[in-house]
């Protein structure tokens, strides 16, 4: 019955427990579609060894740590295919085989990738047009391998953040390559799901995006205080010293946040008015917004207390298993159609 439905498929890097940023940007998008598509959710413990070899104990402990926060944001067990990426070899084989419908200075213009290269393995004196070339190879390829990660499964659906988005152009080029070589319309392209209007959600600092390291983000397994100490932290306007000083709204962090989770927009217009005219205290705005992500975060929590952890191990297991079933499968197709079937 499943079956029928469209299949899509998404995942994030276990590096640690997931945030608001991450319920922005997809989480809430997997929530709408999972009634509607036969959703897979990969645990991308493989592709986070390209950039975490030397933190792989932390890898490991995130992996059930993001399955709890899948399932505490609203994620059905039932309507969901759970996997973790490394205990399906097959996607690998695919991605070995896919890699030579790929050119190295193709993977070096992602602008993702490029993005990514210097934030993590240049050293600041390095000339910023060119890519250093000693970076590791697992890094420099992982769109190809993500690329795998779709087109095993056959999805065709794809809830993913902004910054994912040059990625899936590169596994249409996969895709139309593969076909063309093959003579075949095996492969399909994929479609990017993504909110259009709400955009990625800047870190509690301004920055452009939350980061763990640089700890500017709201955890989605945050307790009420720890969401009270962060929103304190937030970046508001620097001028607007006194209650009475007239505020800027624009790069504003509190009223970024307010816009994305204030049901009221009535009032949130009435407020930043206010705040714009001057009277109207930070203190007063920041205590607004906590007591919205509080509401907010409350359904989280209380599913997040009823979660038993063994249970959640067994359950990923049984999924992971079904979901490399059907990774087998289809490699099996895709191996016949490259010729390699001798036997
Ligand atoms: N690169 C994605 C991220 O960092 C995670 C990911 C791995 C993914 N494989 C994928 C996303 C396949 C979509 C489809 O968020």
Do not use: W
Request: a neutral charge; proline letters at 5%; one cysteine or more.
């Amino acid at each position: 019955m499943t079956q029928k439905k469209p299949i899509s498929l998404t995942g994030d890097r276990p590096t640690g427990p997931l945030h608001i940023g991450h319920y922005v940007g997809s989480l809430n998008q997997r929530i709408v579609m999972q009634e509607h598509y036969n959703s897979f959710i990969m645990i991308a413990d493989a592709q986070a060894y390209t950039d975490h070899m030397h933190e792989r104990v932390k890898v490991k402990n995130a992996i059930l740590q993001v399955m709890e926060d899948y399932i505490s944001v609203g994620l059905d067990i039932n309507a969901n295919t759970f996997f973790v990426q490394s205990c399906i070899p097959e996607i690998q084989e695919l991605s070995f085989y896919l890699n030579n419908f790929v050119t190295v200075s193709r993977l070096e213009r992602i602008p993702t990738i490029r993005k990514e290269i210097f934030e993590k393995f240049a050293s600041p004196d390095k000339c910023l047009s060119d890519i250093p070339r000693d970076i590791p190879v697992g890094f420099l390829s992982y769109p190809v391998s993500q690329s795998a990660d779709i087109l095993i499964f056959q999805a065709e659906y794809i809830p993913v953040g902004r910054d994912q988005l040059p990625i899936l152009e590169l596994t249409n080029e996969i895709v139309k390559n593969f076909n063309n070589t093959t003579n075949s319309q095996l492969l399909k392209k994929c479609i990017p799901i993504f909110d259009k209007e709400k955009g990625t959600l800047p870190g509690l600092d301004g920055k452009a995006k939350m980061s763990k390291t640089l700890g500017n983000t709201i955890n989605l397994n945050s307790t009420n205080d720890e969401i009270m100490t962060k929103v304190k932290t937030m970046y508001t306007d620097p001028k607007h010293i006194h209650i009475s000083d007239p505020g800027i709204i624009e790069g504003n962090m509190v009223f970024t946040y307010l816009d994305y989770f204030y049901k009221d927009k009535d009032h949130l217009c009435e407020l930043k008015e206010h705040y714009r005219k001057g009277g109207l205290g930070d203190s007063q705005t920041k205590k607004i917004l906590t007591d919205v992500l509080i509401e907010f975060f409350e359904p989280i929590q209380i599913r997040r207390q009823q979660i038993d952890k063994e249970q959640l191990l067994i359950i990923l297991k049984n999924h992971t298993e079904r979901a490399r079933n059907i990774a087998a499968h289809n490699l099996a197709i895709i191996k016949q159609r490259l010729g390699l079937n001798i036997f």
